[in-house]
């Protein structure tokens, strides 16, 4: 079955300091997709990223950056010079073929991240 | 600019109340679901639709009605209400079947039982 281990609850950084957030998971698929999400404080969920399980170029958005790693079923993110407007849960998501309806997502924990000026 | 919209956002029920938390999405999106989420839980899938019409159960669908009557709009409705249902409910829509298809959340519903 498929599942997302966040490893960490909580994160306390300064500002300006490089935090990286840690993703492990587990599918039976060959074919899979990862996902980040934001939760700030007001509640939302803001969509970060999406990587296939065919892609393993890490990628870099700004501040933001993500290692993907097949080969220890890692998808981590880091976010370089942290800023109080990243303090946030974030969460790590699968959506694989085993789900049945192939678009839905399962969810790790949360990671709750803080930023102090 | 709509996206998904839930309604309500918040709500207070006393135990053993009746409720139905409606979404709608304007995106024209096949799949729906909504989720729950609770400290430390991370976000549960409760039930989902593949379709106007159609619906399917998630990972902790006990205590729940779904319909899906009309494809813009997917209600969750709780039909007799437990303090263990006190939870953000967040709705979610997508434009089908392939896995790597983007989900799109509305801004969560809080729901407090008591």
């Known amino acids: 079955a498929q599942k997302v281990t966040q490893a960490q609850t909580e994160i306390s950084v300064v500002e300006k300091e490089d935090v990286t957030l840690d993703c492990v998971y587990e599918t039976r698929d060959t074919t899979y997709y990862l996902f980040w999400y934001k939760q700030p404080p007001s509640g939302e969920l803001v969509f970060l990223i999406r990587r296939n399980s065919f892609d393993e170029q890490n990628e870099i958005s700004g501040r933001y950056s993500w290692n993907f790693q097949k080969s220890t079923s890692s998808f981590n993110f880091t976010i370089t010079a942290s800023q109080v407007v990243d303090s946030a849960v974030y969460f790590c998501?699968?959506?694989?073929?085993?789900?049945?309806?192939?678009?839905?997502?399962?969810f790790g924990k949360g990671i709750t991240l803080s930023v102090r000026p | 600019n709509a996206g998904v919209t839930q309604t309500p956002k918040f709500r207070v029920l006393k135990t053993g109340q009746s409720m139905t938390l409606l979404c709608a999405q304007d995106?024209?999106?096949?799949?729906m679901y909504w989720y729950r989420q609770d400290p430390g839980m991370g976000l549960r899938l409760i039930h989902y639709?593949?379709?106007?019409?159609?619906?399917a159960k998630g990972e902790v669908p006990d205590g729940y009605n779904v319909s899906r009557l009309k494809k813009q709009n997917f209600l969750l409705g709780l039909e007799s209400a437990a303090p263990s249902q006190t939870s953000v409910y967040f709705c979610?829509?997508?434009?089908?079947?392939?896995?790597?298809?983007?989900?799109?959340f509305g801004e969560g519903s809080w729901l407090t039982v008591v």
């Open positions: 995106m024209n999106h096949e799949y």
């Open positions: 979610a829509s997508s434009w089908g079947s392939y896995s790597g298809n983007t989900i799109y």
């Open positions: 998501a699968l959506s694989d073929d085993y789900t049945g309806a192939n678009s839905k997502l399962t």
């Open positions: 639709s593949v379709g106007e019409g159609t619906t």
